[in-house]
């Protein structure tokens, strides 16, 4: 959670805005807020794949945010970030070119900034163009035809995790400190110099 600190709410300009102009404090939290939230996204964007090895495309799109408004009671703003599983496909895989369902070898991928080994996958692509990683379930099906038909086996394509587990502090659910300290910065920032702008405003009155 990033808004007003002890610290914050203590310092002499804040101070002055309560003492002589309380009714703006919402203004002054609304684009506060808002400041911070956009740091939040553009961190995201940049972080997210430099640490995950994934496209920013990917990223951007499951990333929105809420904007705070001053007729709030309590102007908050906020990052949603909603994606499924990605396909494993796309933390760089090695190799990249489709294997005709062999297995030899299996597959790697880049996947936060580690290598992790599948033995027994395999890069194929789909009729429907879909390229992915794969693995055998172990499970036949019968196909019908001649003779009794033909037996295969299944297959399943393999995920990572999520954008949403992407950009939080993994099992903690909440923003990566990192991020969280930056965004933090840029609240107080804004905050204080909002604070500023409105008191001289009413001084030049």
């Known amino acids: 959670m990033i808004g007003i600190t002890a610290e914050l709410a203590n310092h002499e300009v804040v101070k002055r805005l309560l003492d002589e102009m309380p009714e703006r404090l919402r203004d002054v939290t609304m684009e506060a807020a808002n400041a911070a939230a956009s740091i939040v996204k553009r961190g995201g964007y940049k972080l997210v794949p430099e640490t995950w090895n994934v496209p920013k495309e990917m990223v951007k799109d499951t990333m929105k945010t809420i904007r705070a408004k001053a007729g ?75 003779r009794g038909g033909t037996k295969t086996e299944g297959i399943k394509e393999l995920f990572a995790v999520s954008v949403p587990q992407m950009t939080e502090d993994v099992g903690k659910h909440r923003i990566p400190p990192a991020l969280a300290n930056w965004a933090q910065a840029e609240f107080k920032a804004v905050f204080l110099r909002s604070c500023d702008a409105w008191l001289a405003a009413k001084g030049a009155k």
Request: proline share 9%.
């Open 72 to 146: 709030d009671e309590s102007p908050t703003a906020i990052v949603t970030v909603k994606s499924g599983n990605i396909p494993l496909f796309k933390f760089t895989p090695d190799p990249s070119s489709i294997m005709g369902g062999k297995t030899t070898g299996g597959v790697s991928v880049l996947l936060g900034g580690r290598r992790a080994q599948f033995p027994n996958a395999f890069v194929a692509e789909m009729a429907s163009g879909h390229r992915g990683i794969f693995t055998r379930t172990g499970k036949f099906g019968l196909i019908p035809g001649p």
